[in-house]
């Protein structure tokens, strides 16, 4: 008789498939994080051997990409019935909720290829108010661009710090003083203005400074709006 044991790993092979290893894998990654996220250790969290993932993903890039397209499925598209200002706005918000909400995603996002219908969709709606806004298809590409490396960078920041500041014996407010006490002890004859600064450099206010570089961004983008 073949053990019971044997029997379910073979019907776990069998029934095996594509969203099952991308749902595992982003449960992967928030708990071990992108450094940390290999096949082997996802084949094994899965009862699989390696070999077998490859039968639904070709390698570590495509799951990578699978996952930016996993992630971006879970970000609402904008609800706003305003004008391109108000909409851009909640784009960005909720793209910097959505990725926050795990571990690492913004680096994913920025490791990997604009792939997946999902992904695209986001791509697309963006395009498309800029376009509205009145702006030029050379206008709107670039334009996106840079929004999108600026929210994308900002989460990545985020979560920088938020690890960093996980450290036992850390805190944000310990590690922001001490940053703090690190700008106003430089030599003020050298660094005048980093020393007068420093309270405001220091500030841990990430909402206020998020929205402080959206609507930065949308001042920019007024011009070309216009013309």
């Known amino acids: 008789m073949v053990p019971f044991r044997k029997i379910e790993r073979r019907r776990q092979r069998r029934t095996l498939n594509q969203p099952q290893v991308v749902r595992a894998a982003i449960a992967l990654l928030d708990e071990v994080g992108l450094d940390e996220l290999t096949m082997r250790q996802l084949a094994s969290r899965l009862g699989v051997k390696a070999a077998s993932l ?7 890039e495509e799951l990578l990409a699978l996952l930016g397209d996993e992630i971006s499925g879970e970000i609402p598209l904008s609800q706003t019935a305003g004008d391109w200002r108000d909409r851009l706005k909640e784009m960005a918000w909720n793209v910097r909720r959505g ?3 795990h571990r690492d995603a913004a680096r994913v996002l920025a490791s990997t290829p604009p792939a997946g219908a999902r992904r695209l969709r986001h791509i697309e709606a963006v395009l498309r108010i800029l376009r509205e806004a009145g702006l030029g298809d050379v206008d709107a590409a670039r334009t996106a661009y840079h ?4 929210v994308t960078e900002f989460a990545a920041d985020e979560a920088r710090l938020a690890a960093f500041a996980a450290t036992p014996g850390l805190s944000r407010r310990k590690l922001f003083a001490e940053l703090r006490r690190q700008f106003k002890a430089l ?6 203005t980093i020393v007068a600064l420093a309270d405001a450099l220091t500030e841990d206010a990430q909402d ?3 929205q402080f570089g959206v609507d930065m961004c949308i001042r920019g983008i007024a011009p070309l709006a216009k013309r």
């Not at 490859?54 to 570590?60: A, C, D, E, L, W």
């Not at 929004?147 to 600026?150: A, I, K, M, Q």
């Not at 030599?187 to 005048?192: L, Q, R, T």
């Open 187 to 192: 030599p003020k004859a050298d660094y005048p």
């Open 208 to 210: 206020e400074l998020f």
């Open 99 to 101: 990725l926050l909400a």
């Open 147 to 150: 929004l999108n490396n600026f």
């Open 54 to 60: 490859y039968r639904h993903v070709r390698n570590k």
